[in-house]
């Protein structure tokens, strides 16, 4: 599926200066790409749902980054008709979130994807999907491979079984939306044949995007703020979702916003770039924290027993867009963990 240069030039695909239209700015990974695409020499132009509750991102990036490299404009439901007509006016890349559990976002997203279609400005189109639309996380015996050609069909037969309660599904309507908006766009992707690069990068299940968060004061950070809780000790807030969570891979946030800057920087088309750095539960941190912090004795314990995900996930591709931007390999849970604890401060039980 995927189109892999020979030989990737230090020209970028995406020039320098560029305008990136970025999604979800203020999240965990969408500060992270910005921060990195920033970096890099790239301007942004970053979507939050409200203006009024984001007021720390543009200082927050304008004192890392200098002023006039950051535009925030405000897109509070972006499947209503048109609304993206404006904001892809002079964008060079787009990154798009699915961010509800309904099937609008895909109308959203295919509205998103015709209003790229008809600029002559859009040159890639980044699409943040979910491993879970590739397969269900599980321990299992016999290790599976998961490819590009991999789709969690299970989860949506699952999902869509009228004789099984809901209450038994579990998670698989979520997954099955997952798989059926990442296909959807794929197939428009066949039929239409943009002018435009396209990539979807399926999170290596979106429990598992840790490290530091960049702004802790204002972003909740999902799973990256379950780590901290870990850290802390916050037993309830920790009980209340690892235990539904299950074995499943890890990457840090920093490496996650690389791989969107190598696709941008490599001119990779076609691809479903996995972004699984290693195998994780979460008893792992809870291990790494304790030998970091020997003098510590008040650990919180989880219980049960805790598995590693048994799946080969292909790295080819996402280890040479690491490359593409100077970083061999992917950052350690270890550095990873060390970091997130440095950046939201001591608690005073280290």
């Known amino acids: 599926m995927a189109n892999i240069p020979l030989k ?23 500060s992270h790409i910005a921060n990195q695409l920033l ?25 890392r980054h200098g ?35 309904d099937l609008k976002i895909l109308y959203g997203l295919l509205h998103a994807s015709r209003t790229a279609a008809g600029s002559n400005t859009v040159k890639a189109f980044i699409y943040t999907s979910s491993s879970w639309a590739a397969y269900k996380p599980k321990a299992v015996v016999a290790a599976r491979m998961m490819t590009e050609e991999s789709w969690n069909h299970e989860a949506v037969v699952l999902a869509e079984d009228s004789i099984i309660p809901d209450a ?59 780590v901290r809780d870990l850290y802390d000790g916050k037993q309830k807030e920790v009980l209340d979702f690892i235990p539904i969570l299950g074995p499943a891979w ?23 770039v996995f972004g699984s750095a290693g195998r994780f539960n979460w008893k792992l941190p809870l291990d790494i924290f304790k030998d970091l912090y020997p003098k510590r004795k008040d650990w919180m314990e989880l219980p049960g027993s805790y598995q590693y995900e048994e799946s080969e996930i292909q790295a080819d591709i996402p280890l040479l867009l690491l490359g593409a931007v100077g970083q061999e390999g992917w950052t350690s849970l270890k ?16």
């Open 8 to 30: 990737i030039t230090q020209d970028p695909f995406i020039p320098l200066n560029s305008l990136i239209l970025l999604t979800g700015i203020n999240g965990l990974i969408g």
């Open 39 to 63: 970096s890099a020499g790239y301007r942004v132009r970053g979507t939050v749902r409200s203006k009024s509750r984001c007021t720390w991102v543009k200082p927050f990036f304008a004192s």
């Open 67 to 101: 002023a006039n490299r950051l535009e925030l404009i405000e897109v509070p439901n972006f499947t209503i008709p048109r609304i993206w007509k404006a904001h892809v006016a002079c964008v060079s890349t787009r990154r798009f979130k699915a961010v509800n559990e």
């Open 168 to 226: 038994e599904k579990g998670l698989a309507p979520f997954m099955a939306i997952r798989v059926k908006v990442e296909e959807a766009m794929w197939d428009w992707v066949a039929r239409e044949n943009p002018e435009f690069t396209f990539n979807a990068i399926p999170w290596s299940f979106i429990s598992t995007v840790i490290g530091p968060i960049l702004n802790p004061m204002n972003q909740s950070a999902s799973t990256a703020r379950l």
């Open 250 to 272: 890890a990457i840090d946030a920093r490496d996650a916003g690389r791989l969107y800057l190598g696709v941008l920087v490599s001119g990779l088309t076609g691809s479903r």
């Open 335 to 350: 550095d990873s963990l060390q970091d997130a604890v440095e950046r939201f401060g001591s608690t005073g039980k280290s």
